[in-house]
């Protein structure tokens, strides 16, 4: 049973285009939300997190949104680059190991 | 800069081997993790220690062991490699009880078993 599902599996935008990365949780004992990016080649490396207890959350051009309510958390980048073009993976972690379960991920391509 | 190293970017081995993969990270950091990530199936955890000589398995650890003699290095045993074993496998390294902080990963190993 996925813990964390995340959508879609791949996206194609235009630059300057805002792709929307959709991440949906059960356990509700998350409380640690981070996204990470991973380029061709190399290892994840985080992005950008968020705790429960905010809604929003930026930095630079990439934003998450939180819903409690709804278990749903989502990434938005803003001005989509050409060098934005790379895997996104959601997590979601839980106090005390706090290791978080991750998504399955989405390929962004973003053209020119 | 801070570095988790895998010590190959790529490996072919035989069915029935027993494989060593090496990670070795600079940050005296206490926890160490190895993840296999296939496509459509994201990252998936097969073994994490806490600090040296410590060990608990994660979601995927059959056919896996794992040694941590010394805090900077991790090391996954494939006792018997087969083919469903080929895979791309990420090391990644976290200071204790610092959740803010996440993972730094490896650049990968990408294990090919034939």
């Known amino acids: 049973q996925q813990q964390v599902k995340q959508s879609p599996q791949s996206l194609i935008v235009q630059k300057g285009g805002i792709p929307i990365i959709n991440c949906a949780y059960e356990n509700t004992a998350f409380d640690y939300f981070p996204w990470y990016q991973q380029f061709p080649g190399k290892g994840p490396a985080l992005l950008i997190a968020i705790r429960p207890d905010v809604s929003e959350k930026k930095e630079g051009r990439f934003t998450i949104s939180f819903n409690k309510s709804a278990k749903q958390f989502s990434l938005h980048i803003m001005d989509s680059q050409p060098g934005d073009s790379a895997t996104y993976f959601c997590?979601?972690?839980?106090?005390?190991?706090?290791?978080?379960?991750f998504g399955r991920g989405t390929s962004l391509i973003v053209h020119p | 800069d801070v570095k988790v190293t895998q010590s190959s970017r790529y490996l072919v081995k035989r069915t029935g081997e027993k494989v060593f993969l090496e990670c070795v990270q600079d940050m005296d950091h206490e926890n160490m993790f190895w993840y296999r990530q296939d496509p459509g199936l994201g990252l998936r955890l097969i073994y994490f220690s806490y600090d040296v000589k410590m060990k608990e398995k994660g979601d995927i650890p059959e056919g896996y062991s794992v040694s941590r003699e010394k805090k900077e290095r991790f090391s996954l045993i494939l006792e018997s490699a087969s083919t469903n074993q080929t895979s791309m496998y990420l090391c990644?390294?976290?200071?204790?009880?610092?959740?803010?902080?996440?993972?730094?990963f490896g650049s990968g190993t990408r294990l090919t078993v034939v």
């Open positions: 990644a390294s976290r200071r204790q009880g610092v959740r803010d902080y996440g993972y730094t």
């Open positions: 997590a979601a972690a839980a106090g005390g190991s706090y290791i978080p379960t």
